[in-house]
């Protein structure tokens, strides 16, 4: 399952990254 986030939310984890992420994925990366 994809969950959409706000770019703003993930920026100061990655700016470059799509503001699409999958569950996992964004777990991983604000680890």
Known sequence: MK???PIE???H???K???CWN???LL???R
């Open 3 to 5: 969950k959409c986030y």
């Open 23 to 25: 569950d996992s994925e």
């Open 17 to 19: 990254y799509q503001d």
């Open 13 to 15: 984890v990655a700016n």
């Open 9 to 11: 939310l993930v920026n």
């Open 28 to 30: 991983e990366r604000i």
